[in-house]
Structures are given as structure tokens and as C-alpha cells.
């Protein structure tokens, strides 16, 4: 059984930073994408960025492009987001989830982070 178990996430001044953690167990994950999720109040759920485990590629959503960075520990099975230039549109539950290399759809979800950036 997969499980991701978000942390890190808190109250931070704009321009600040944070640093969002995801330990993931159950399984190897070698063969998965780790992506982080966010949804603010009252908006849909959103694709912030992801990373290949077996490769470390990344990808970014351009709305954090250049202040988030996704890496990860491969012997702690965790995912990092550390976020910089933090802007209060930032605001929202984080989540990680997690899908298999060649598919579509994210099966396994965390319980997300509150981030909420003042301004």
C-alpha cells in the first residue's frame, strides 16, 4: 500500500521560502513520477511540478517556474519542494502524489500542507 506523508508546510512572509518534504513508502519507486499539487480556497486542484524518480528529471507549471525546485532522497524515499520568492497567490494546501513512469492518471495522493504566504 502506497503512502505519502506531507510535512514542512506553515506561515511565511512574502519573499520568503519554505521547503516542502513527502516521504513516500509501500513500495520502490523507480519506476514512478512524484508530483506536488496545490489548491488554493474556492480554485481546482493544480499541477505544480513533478519528478521522474529513476532520472531525477523535473517539470514545472509556469506560474513557479524558477522559484520551486523539486528533488529528491533516494535512500529516504523523499521528495523535496523548496519553494523561494514565496508570493501570497502561493497560498494552499500542497500535495504529492504519485503515478506510475508511463501513466496518466495520479492514483496515490498525501493529505497535503497548508502553505499560506502573508503579504
Known amino acids: 500500500q502506497v503512502q505519502l506523508v506531507e510535512s514542512g508546510g506553515g506561515l511565511v512572509q512574502a519573499g520568503g521560502s519554505l521547503r516542502l518534504s513527502c516521504a513516500a513508502s509501500g513500495q520502490t519507486f523507480s519506476r514512478h513520477v512524484l508530483g506536488w499539487f496545490r489548491q488554493a480556497p474556492g480554485k481546482e486542484r493544480e499541477f505544480v511540478g513533478s519528478i521522474t524518480w529513476s532520472t531525477g528529471s523535473t517539470y514545472y507549471a509556469d506560474s513557479v517556474k524558477g522559484r520551486f525546485t523539486i528533488s529528491r532522497d533516494n535512500a529516504k524515499n523523499t521528495v523535496f519542494l523548496q519553494m523561494n520568492s514565496l508570493k501570497p497567490e502561493d497560498t494552499a494546501i500542497y500535495y504529492c502524489?504519485?503515478?506510475?513512469?508511463?501513466?496518466?492518471?495520479?492514483?496515490?495522493w498525501g493529505q497535503g500542507t497548508q502553505v499560506t504566504v502573508s503579504s
Open positions: 502524489a504519485a503515478r506510475g513512469t508511463f501513466s496518466g492518471n495520479y492514483p496515490y
